[in-house]
């Protein structure tokens, strides 16, 4: 079973602690590494993914969001004559 719960009334939730999002989001790009500015546009534009499970379990969620933060790797181009 699937459910969506909405907190109109934040009897379950803590409003106070949308004021430190942007200090969570900082203190765990840290622990996991990441550029800290990346790590929260990703998570900011990810919700509907993150919410609906479409990117896997918690772990995996984190994984993924880890993934699209860091750089691609360079691939070797031709070599230039000379």
Same mark, same amino acid.
């Given at each position: 079973?699937?459910?969506?719960?909405?907190?109109?009334?934040?009897?379950?939730?803590?409003?106070? %602690? =949308?004021?430190? @999002?942007?200090?969570?989001?900082?203190?765990?790009? &840290?622990? !996991? /590494?990441?550029?800290? #500015? *990346? +790590? %929260? =546009?990703?998570? @900011?534009?990810?919700?509907?993914?993150?919410?609906? &499970?479409? !990117? /896997?379990?918690?772990? #995996? *969620? +984190?994984?993924?969001?880890?993934?699209?933060?860091?750089?691609?790797?360079?691939?070797?181009?031709?070599?230039?004559?000379?």
């Amino acid at each position: 079973m699937k459910a969506v719960v909405f907190d109109f009334f934040a009897t379950h939730t803590d409003p106070a %602690a =949308e004021l430190n @999002r942007n200090q969570v989001l900082v203190d765990t790009a &840290g622990l !996991l /590494g990441l550029n800290p #500015t *990346t +790590f %929260a =546009e990703q998570m @900011r534009t990810s919700p509907h993914e993150r919410y609906t &499970g479409a !990117l /896997g379990d918690t772990a #995996t *969620t +984190f994984t993924v969001i880890a993934d699209r933060c860091r750089p691609l790797p360079m691939t070797p181009g031709p070599s230039l004559p000379g």
